[in-house]
């Protein structure tokens, strides 16, 4: 296997520089960045170029497939010299705050609205399709505002899409188009660590409320599933809704959304295949005690670790009623 590694400093002048043995490649599906990890050793070329800083691009190339693009943000030296760089892909730059007003937009929309304003690259962006009718969003993260808009989607039209940077480019794709032809099962998986709760993001009774402003009262939309309120005991969920809005179509899609147990699932050291990121589906069999999981699930986190003579991967994924 070969992983090749190559940094370009601020002088445009770029090097292939000897690392410590191990490269990292971490991707979540939505809340971060795509980040890199690795620890350069000096030599005579990095020293002929005059080094890199902090800004400094880098490449990661497996097997002649590109993985990632990015810029070094963190640099950590030792005694002996060794350098530990962070590196951070351009949705790094979605973390910076600000403010947004947008009204009949979509959640793609509202993506290349704010790549355009920030001077950002843009790949593949797949059409969405709730109409979202006016948002302002006030001293909250770039990526927060469209993580907002991707929810909203989810919510009215049952749409999960991910946005990730694909080698430099902003790219936004349904998860359906993101299916891979992986199966984890107990061969592939060199361990997994698996819970069930009851305790967080299970809700078996929606309540949304609005303003009534000719009653001057609060009214709500309610949707609620008896049996598990029997079995559970009563919990809720509580939001407000603006009075023009489907509060019950909305009520009911959030109790589907979470009127189950939440199931995690990590697998740990599976072989690694370079082509899963966060937002992949996979195939997992696994035999996990109360029940047994045969189905395409969502990756919500990967590590890749590369080595020159080994990859594997750790993975945290959602599907059915798993969460992350």
Sequence with gaps: MA????????????????TAEGVTLTTSRRGSPGTLKFTVLKDEAMGEIGGFAE?????????????????????RRDKAGAIECT?????????????????NSTAA???QLIAADKKLHLG????????????????????????????????????????????GSLTLKNIASMRLDILINASAAGDFDYTSS???????????????????????????????INQWGLLQYFDTVQAEENGQAKA????????????????????GDARVRAGCLLGVALDL??????TYMLVENVCHTFRESERFMDLTLRGGEFIA
């Design 289 to 294: 005690g109360d029940i047994i999981a045969n």
């Design 3 to 18: 992983v090749t590694l190559m940094i370009t400093n601020e002088k445009g002048l770029s090097f292939f520089p000897p």
């Design 252 to 271: 009911d899609a959030l109790l589907k959304l979470y009127n189950s147990k939440t199931r995690r699932l990590k697998i740990k050291n599976a072989l």
């Design 109 to 111: 929309e509202v993506v």
């Design 87 to 103: 590196a951070y892909d351009q949705i790094r730059y979605l973390k910076n705050k600000d403010i947004l007003t947008y009204k």
């Design 198 to 228: 009851i305790d967080e993001q299970t809700y078996n009774q929606v309540k949304l409320s609005y303003p009534n402003r000719e009653s001057g009262k609060w009214e709500s939309y309610i949707a609620k599933d008896g049996e598990h």
């Design 124 to 167: 593949e962006i797949e059409p969405t399709s709730y109409v979202i009718p006016f948002r302002s969003e006030g001293n909250v993260t770039l990526l927060d505002m469209i993580e907002t808009a991707l929810d909203l989607e989810l919510t009215h039209k049952g749409q999960m899409f991910v946005l990730y940077d694909d080698f």
């Design 55 to 75: 800004g400094s691009s880098v490449t990661l190339q497996v097997d002649d497939k590109p993985l990632f693009f990015g810029y070094i943000f963190v640099k």
